[in-house]
């Protein structure tokens, strides 16, 4: 079956990096693009971005500018959300989401990966 | 404070209707049929209940419909059931500076 597998909780100190990673199975990789996005505790909803599986294109959300960076490797069909730079207010769980339809970003995301906890604090 | 506004809570009682707002502006839900509703159980991933307004992806009930008027779109559910209870957040595509922004969520809850 299509189903996103990410990897496990983080925590990290202020400052730091954490690297999150979105394993694909089910389906072509390649053809669906896949976005990022975040939920801090209790809160809502925030889009981070979307990664082009083919290409390896990339689009960010302005707030995210200079601090994310997502990547992906055909070769085990997963993609990679990489944050530096981190705070506190960055302690959300993080989701891998796949588009709706193959080759086109209608910002309609279908198939989302379990989410990952990471927490900053000192 | 998010882009879209939604409000914070309606309910319900088991059979009847229900209807959640989203408010955006002619930048986002206004200029583009790119808005869409996910339903989020606590602990679990949301999941796509509506995409482009008003269409519904393979296996989502007939019960949940999108429509959108001007810089307001809605998601109606009829026949409320005790598993709709849970938060909805809709979703709108806003342009190529902003991409897409959400709405802050709304608690439905069935009485």
């Not at chain 1, 302005?62 to 085990?76: A, E, K, L, Y």
């Not at chain 2, 209807?19 to 999941?47: E, F, M």
Request: hydrophobic share 30%; aromatic share 10%.
């Amino acid at each position: 079956q299509v189903q996103l597998v990410q990897s496990g909780a983080e925590v990290k100190k202020p400052g730091a990096s954490v690297k999150v990673s979105c394993k694909a199975s089910g389906y072509t990789f390649t053809a669906y693009h896949l976005h990022w996005v975040r939920q801090a505790p209790g809160q809502g909803l925030e889009w981070m971005g979307w990664i082009n599986p083919n290409s390896g294109g990339t689009v960010y959300a302005q707030m995210f500018q200079g601090r994310v960076t997502m990547t992906r490797d055909t070769s085990i069909t997963a993609a990679y959300m990489e944050l530096s730079r981190l705070r506190s207010d960055d302690t959300a769980v993080y989701y891998c989401a796949r588009e709706l339809t193959s080759g086109a970003v209608h910002y309609a995301f279908e198939i989302w990966g379990q989410g990952t906890m990471v927490t900053v604090s000192s | 404070q998010s882009a879209l506004t939604q409000p914070a809570s309606v309910s319900g009682s088991p059979g009847q209707s229900i209807t959640i707002s989203c408010t955006g502006t002619s930048r986002d839900v206004g200029n583009y049929n790119l808005v869409s509703w996910y339903q989020q159980h606590p602990g679990k991933a949301p999941n796509l209940m509506i995409y482009e307004v008003n269409k519904r992806p393979s296996g989502v009930s007939d019960r949940f419909s999108g429509s959108k008027s001007g810089n307001t779109a809605s998601l109606t559910i009829s026949g409320l059931q005790a598993e709709d209870e849970a938060d909805y957040y809709c979703c709108s595509y806003a342009g190529s500076s902003t991409f897409e922004v959400f709405g802050g969520g709304t608690k439905l809850t069935v009485l």
